[in-house]
């Protein structure tokens, strides 16, 4: 008999000639583990998403009872669900009382197309203005605004009335103009390598949207739901956008996007044509309930308020010389090394030693940090002593 493994990559579609291929058939807390009994500490929360970790008992129950209820009765939109709308209502009490409506997707990339459209038909404007380097999903639409040209190369012809500006650059913000719907940013370029805006630099974002009538459109996938140290990055850092796009540990590990706006916007989408944007299973129940669970843990207990004192140590343990760059706050970290083969033999070096670390899509030269929020300070420091060993070990 074939094992899982051999199954995998004979079966099931590849989107890499190098998968890190690990087969993992548990996991508790910020543990993992594999099929031979391989433990391993968890240094990504599956890119943002398992924010809480494994098998967090909140979240269990709140699927189990959910999933006593109901899964699917109706299409999205068409019922009235306890946690669609439980979820809704939180998540607006969380944030600007002008972030006031949600629509729910299946996910990150699907939410990023629904607000394209939103905002086109709100403005009556076609053109849309992204950052180089930004990553905002695979779809057309979604790539069509990302700022990779290696990512899209083979995939043309995508969306037209696109315009790339550099990320961190205020002269460059002179090309959102009156004609522009919308600007699409993410607070802090997450699959670019963790890069923080400069002082100042989303401020100027915000009043160049709002003097050109052009909507902001934040897109924290990654960055929401405490992985910066605040609930959502914008607050902590003092804007506050037109549309907020939210996925990844939205659904508390399972498939949902949404997009939060004003309801005088989203509603653009009810009529000529009416069903302007819809979706079979947005929202699901299921994964409504499950980020609830998650949303309510992180709001009602101390894991945010420990986050400063976690941050504080990884930065001041996580020194090598040939680390180029340490760059990040909260739980969300890039690792900038010298060379992609370098930073390749140190992310395999670490699996060797039981830690999952990935790359970035966009910095080939780096790794990432963001375990779960609620890691141990024992685990976060056996997880930065094996980082230094492996780096040592391949040096
Ligand atoms: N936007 C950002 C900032 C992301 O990090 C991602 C996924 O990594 C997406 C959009 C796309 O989300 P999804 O993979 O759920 O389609």
Known sequence: MNSNREDFFTFVGQTSDESLALEIVGGKGAKLF??????????????????????DPDILQAIEQQNLRYLHPIVYGEGVFSPQVQYAKKLVASLDESLDNVYYTNSGSEAIEAAMKIAKKYTGRRKLVACHNAYHGSTQGALSLSGDPRAKAGYGPLLPDIVHVTYNDFDDLAQI?????????EP?????????????????VRARCTETNTLLVLDEI???????????????????PDMLILAKALGGGLPLGAVITAKKVLSCIQRDPPLGHISTFGGHPLSCAAGMALFDKLQHSTILSEL???????????????????RGMGMLYG?????????YKVLKKLLE?????????????????????????????WG????????????
């Not at 690792?335 to 930073?343: E, H, L, P």
């Not at 780096?366 to 300070?377: A, T, V």
């Open 177 to 185: 103009t009156e004609d522009t719907a919308a600007f699409f940013v």
């Open 335 to 343: 690792v900038i090394f010298n060379s992609q083969a370098f930073a």
């Open 188 to 204: 802090i370029q997450g699959a670019g390598g963790v890069i923080l805006p400069e002082k100042g630099y989303l401020q100027r």
């Open 353 to 381: 030693k039981g830690v999952i670390s990935i790359g970035f899509l966009s910095e080939p030269n780096g790794l990432r940090i963001s375990p779960p929020l609620n890691i141990s300070h024992e685990e976060l420091k």
């Open 222 to 240: 990654q960055t929401g739901f405490g992985r910066t140290g605040s609930l959502f990055a914008h607050q902590a850092l003092g804007i506050v």
């Open 34 to 55: 594999g099929p031979d009994g391989t433990t391993y500490l968890d240094f990504i929360s599956g890119i943002c998403v398992s924010n809480l970790g494994h098998g």
């Open 384 to 395: 930065i002593d094996r980082f230094l060993e492996a780096i040592e070990e391949v040096s």
């Open 308 to 326: 400063p004192a976690k941050a504080q140590f990884l930065c001041a343990n996580l020194k090598h010389p040939v680390i180029k760059e340490l």
